[in-house]
């Protein structure tokens, strides 16, 4: 057992011992037999969700979950219109008030620039001095303040003024010492001086950034931190003085990346967090070798010497090759509309055009009727495959009675994981799977917009291969 490994496994116990339970409970009749999730961000490099706990509300419309945390962390829980939060600490018992329940439009629900409103979940039991009001109270001051001074700040970039709203906020809440609030009154005031200093983030960076504690589940910590960082390897490695960045990229070289920002006079915790930031990122631009950036990432879940970014380096690579096209299609385990149990591995030696949608959705059912002529003129060779991420599933088998669709519809309702496998939180969305399991179009045309032709040609391709070999 590696040093590594053997460290990796302590911090987990560790974890582990220290996790308290927290109960979040309250009472919304307008939430009657909903399921309600609620969630944490991890890190700012994937922003995946990671889910703390759930529970259904009962019919009198009171509910009660017990999370599980080790620390004090900002959590979720997405109520359609709205993005209810706040902030636990472990042990504590909370009773909240949620928002009213508001459904999103049939155009919300399906398009990507959609974002739910923020709602500070109601404390009606918790008293004033908990951490969540004296957040809530600094969060509206500072945006008074930057309110009031919007002009000098944003327009006239004066340091003047950005010291006077720090020192003024600084004493005002000098009597809270909580590490997670000075947190958070930190990286509040780190986007500040962000705003004045943009020409030269180098200074921001240095003061809050490059030497100090790397602080992942923080929300405000997260925020600046992409702001500073997201696409930073690609913009760096164009200077002409870090263009060995692409090679050792390339080559896949995680520990020499590290090492030139180590170099550069950033602590090694926060030099890893970056490169992995910037594989992450990186894969999608073009500007480094997609091999070098999986190779890169593969060996940050080794190399790396901060336990807490393991796990990071492991969704980034999961992540990275859940969908890549050559990769194994992930798993599906559905019921069909015969109650019986279907896999992706009844298709095998067969092409799978694979669909994601949801019957409400204009959008969905324009390409479902599309579906129709490409299954009937190519059923010999293509097999069809629909999920239905409808809450409710008879609504899908429904449509599929009204409609007269012949080909396999299954039910992915409260598949939230599936979701996230597919990236089909938007729908519709399709892919082309192979005779051997493996992805080959991610995401592939829609139906109605040429899907038939790239589809013969792949085929093509394909069986001469097979013809070849």
Partial sequence: MNNITIVLLLSLISVTLNAQKTVISGKAADYSRKEISFYTIPDPVTRQKLELGTTTVGPDGTFS????????????????KYCGTMVIEPGKNYSVILPPFSLRTTNEAHSSYF???FYWLGLPDTDRRDLN?????FVTEFNLETYKNTVPIYQKKSKDVVNEVIVRLEQ???ANQNEYFKILERYYFAELEYAINQLTPEYVISKYFATQPVQLHHPVYQK?????FTDFLRKQSLDIQNRKIISITNSGNYTDLVS???????KKSFAELVVLKGLNDGYYTGSFSK????????MAQTATTSPLLVPVAQRIKSKLMRLAVGGNAPAIKLMNLKKETVTLDQFRGKFVYLSFFNSRSADCRRELDSIVSVERKLRQVLSLVSVSLDDDFENAAKLWKARGYSWELLDGSKQKQLVVNYNASITPVFYLID?????????APFPSQGFEPVFLKMFRDFRFKQQRN
């Fill in 224 to 228: 600046v931190f992409e702001t500073l």
């Fill in 133 to 137: 009001f004296v957040i809530r109270s």
């Fill in 291 to 298: 091999a070098g950036v999986v190779k890169a990432v593969e």
């Fill in 172 to 174: 005002k809440y000098s």
């Fill in 115 to 117: 974002k739910p409103a």
């Fill in 260 to 266: 030139f920002f180590e170099n550069r006079g950033y």
């Fill in 435 to 443: 005779p051997d399991g493996m992805i080959q179009l991610s995401q």
């Fill in 65 to 80: 979950v017990t999370l599980s945390v080790n620390q004090t962390i900002e959590i979720y829980t997405d109520l359609e």
